[in-house]
C-alpha cells in the first residue's frame, strides 16, 4: 500500500510555482495545518523539486542549457531527453510532453505540452518574470490589492531585474529599440527583463525552482506536508458543492485511494485543471471554454561576430543566456510583448539576440477544451478534443507582430530572416482561460475572483487557466499574483469554518 496519511487539511494537485505559491501563503498563515501536495509526474533531477538548471548533475545542466537556447518553448518540448513510453499509459519518464502522448486529440493547437515531473513546469522553464498592464489584469480586480499581490508574488518567485551583467553589445541593442520605441506610460520603457532566480556566491545565476518557493518541498521529515508524487488525483470527492477529499492512483502500482481534506486546490495546467473538475461532475458552463494564447514571433539576429571581451567572460556551459531585455507592451497603443535573450553560438561563436515579439488575440468563447462523458485517455481520464482558431482581427495582428519583428531583427544586426517564425499554436506553453475567473457567475467563469469554483465552498482553482484576460507578456507572474489572493481567500475559509481543527482531530490554531 501507498505510504499516504488518510486527512489532511488542505490538497493541492499540482506542484508547480503556482501550487507552491499557495501552499507557501497558507504555511505561513496556518502553520499547523497539514498540507498534501499532490503530482502525477515523478522525480527529476538530483532533486525533485529544484529547476534542472542548478542541479547537480552536469549533464542535466548542459541539456537545459542547449535546450533552451532559443527560448521557445516549442523547441524545448521536441528536444526532451525524456521517451515517452505508451505500452502501458500509466507514465512517462520525467520532462515535457506534447500533449498528444495522452491520446488527446489537440487539434489545431499542435503545440500544446505538458510538464510531466514533480515541480511541473517550474523545473523547466525560461523564468523570464515581465509584469502585465492595463487591459491585462483583470478590471474586476481592487487596484491595491492587486499591487500588493503582485509585490509578494515577485518576492515568492525571486524577481530580479539585475540578474545579467549588461554587455556593450547588448545595451547599444537596447538603445537602438529605445529609439523605434520610446516609452510611452511610466516604467514600460525597454529595459533588462525581470527573471525569478538569484544570483549565488560565485556569480551564477539559479533559476526559481518550486523549492525556492516553497523550501518544505526537499524536507522529508515536516509532519505537516507530504508531497505524494507518481499519484494522479481521478476525481474529487463532493456532493457539488462541498468537497470532501480527493481520490488517488498510486501510478507505479496501481493502488487507489481516498484522501479527505477540507479544502481542496486544483494548480495543474490549462487543460488539466479543468479535465480533473469535468471527471468529478464539477462543471460550470464556461469550463474550458475561452482558450486563450498569445502569438509568438520568434528569431535571431547577430549583434558581433567577434563577441568583446565583457561577452566572452559570461560564456557558462551550464548557463543558455548571458542577457535578456524587455520590451514591454502599452495595451493598442505598443500591442508587442519583446524578450530578447542574448547568447553565444556555440559553432560560429557569434553574438546572437533571439528576438520574441509576443501578442495578444481575442478571447473567443468557442476556443475551447471539450471532454468526452465515453472516451478515456490513457490515463483513464475524460478524453480532451481542443478547438482553437484565430479571429480575422488576429490574422491581422499576426501580419504586423512579424513584420514589427523583422523589422526590429534588421535594426538591431545582422538579421537571419529564415529563422523567423511564428510558434505552432500552443507552444508558448502560455494558454489560459479554461477555468477563467470573473466577478459574477454568468456562465462565462469558472470561479470568483480568489479562485473559488462557482457554486461551491471549498473547491479552488489556480494557475494560467484562471486568467480571464488576453495577455500579451510571459504569464507566471500574473498567474502568481491571483494565486497569491487564492491563498489568502483559502486561509479567510480556514479561520472562518475552523477547518484547520476538524480533519486531523486536533487544536492547530
Not at 478547438?387 to 512579424?402: G, K, L, N
Not at 469554483?453 to 491571483?482: D, E, K, Q, Y
Request: glycine share 10%; net charge negative; charged share 20%.
Amino acid at each position: 500500500m501507498v505510504d499516504a496519511p488518510a486527512s489532511v487539511h488542505i490538497v493541492i494537485v499540482g506542484s508547480g510555482p503556482i501550487g507552491a505559491i499557495v501552499a507557501r501563503q497558507l504555511r505561513v498563515s496556518h502553520p499547523g495545518a497539514t498540507i498534501a501536495m499532490v503530482e502525477a509526474g515523478p522525480k527529476i533531477g538530483t532533486r525533485a523539486d529544484e529547476h534542472l538548471s542548478t542541479t547537480a548533475d552536469p549533464a542535466v545542466r548542459r541539456f537545459y542549457a542547449k535546450a533552451v537556447r532559443s527560448a521557445v518553448q516549442s523547441e524545448y518540448v521536441s528536444a526532451s531527453p525524456a521517451t515517452c513510453r505508451s505500452a502501458s499509459g500509466s507514465a512517462w519518464d520525467p520532462g515535457v510532453h506534447p500533449l498528444s502522448v495522452l491520446g488527446e486529440a489537440p487539434g489545431t493547437m499542435i503545440g500544446a505540452g505538458f510538464s510531466w515531473n514533480v515541480g511541473g513546469m517550474g523545473a523547466h522553464w525560461t523564468a523570464a518574470c515581465p509584469s502585465p498592464f492595463g487591459r491585462e489584469i483583470p478590471a474586476f480586480l481592487d487596484p491595491s490589492v492587486w499591487d500588493a499581490d503582485h509585490a509578494v508574488a515577485q518576492r515568492l518567485l525571486q524577481v530580479d531585474s539585475s540578474i545579467f551583467p549588461k554587455t556593450t553589445a547588448g545595451v547599444q541593442a537596447a538603445v537602438r529599440l529605445a529609439e523605434m520605441f520610446p516609452e510611452i506610460a511610466e516604467g514600460r520603457g525597454v529595459q533588462t527583463m525581470p527573471m525569478a532566480g538569484t544570483v549565488d556566491e560565485t556569480g551564477r545565476y539559479r533559476r526559481t525552482g518550486p523549492v525556492d518557493i516553497l523550501p518544505t518541498m526537499a524536507d522529508p521529515a515536516d509532519s505537516t506536508f507530504v508531497l505524494l508524487a507518481d499519484t494522479l488525483c481521478t476525481s474529487i470527492v463532493s456532493d457539488g458543492a462541498s468537497a470532501t477529499g480527493v481520490l488517488l492512483r498510486h501510478l507505479p502500482t496501481g493502488d487507489t485511494y481516498e484522501l479527505d481534506a477540507d479544502v481542496v486546490v486544483v494548480a495543474a495546467d490549462t487543460f488539466r485543471t479543468p479535465q480533473l473538475l469535468y471527471a468529478s461532475g464539477i462543471r460550470p458552463r464556461a469550463l474550458g471554454r475561452f482558450l486563450n494564447e498569445h502569438v509568438f514571433v520568434t528569431g535571431f539576429t547577430t549583434l558581433s561576430e567577434d563577441p568583446s571581451e565583457d561577452v566572452l567572460s559570461q560564456l557558462d556551459e551550464y548557463e543558455p543566456h548571458i542577457g535578456a531585455w524587455w520590451l514591454p507592451s502599452v495595451d493598442d497603443r505598443q500591442p508587442y510583448h519583446g524578450q530578447m535573450m542574448e547568447t553565444i553560438d556555440r559553432e560560429s561563436g557569434t553574438h546572437r539576440l533571439g528576438i520574441a515579439w509576443y501578442v495578444n488575440t481575442d478571447i473567443d468563447e468557442s476556443n475551447r477544451v471539450e471532454f468526452s462523458d465515453d472516451a478515456r485517455d490513457v490515463l483513464g481520464m475524460p478524453s480532451m478534443s481542443i478547438h482553437f482558431a484565430y479571429s480575422a482581427a488576429d490574422e491581422q495582428r499576426i501580419v504586423a507582430a512579424t513584420a514589427s519583428h523583422s523589422a526590429v531583427g534588421r535594426a538591431l544586426g545582422r538579421f537571419d530572416s529564415d529563422s523567423v517564425t511564428p510558434l505552432p499554436v500552443g507552444g508558448s506553453m502560455h494558454s489560459t482561460g479554461t477555468v477563467r475567473m470573473g466577478l459574477v457567475d454568468d456562465g462565462r467563469s469558472v470561479c470568483d475572483p480568489t479562485g473559488r469554483v462557482w457554486g461551491t465552498s471549498n473547491i479552488f482553482v489556480a494557475g494560467n487557466g484562471v486568467i480571464p484576460t488576453a495577455v500579451s507578456c510571459n504569464t507566471t507572474l500574473t498567474a502568481a499574483t491571483l494565486a497569491v489572493g487564492t491563498a489568502r481567500a483559502i486561509s479567510e475559509f480556514l479561520t472562518t469554518c475552523g477547518a484547520s481543527t476538524r480533519v486531523a482531530g486536533r487544536e492547530t490554531e
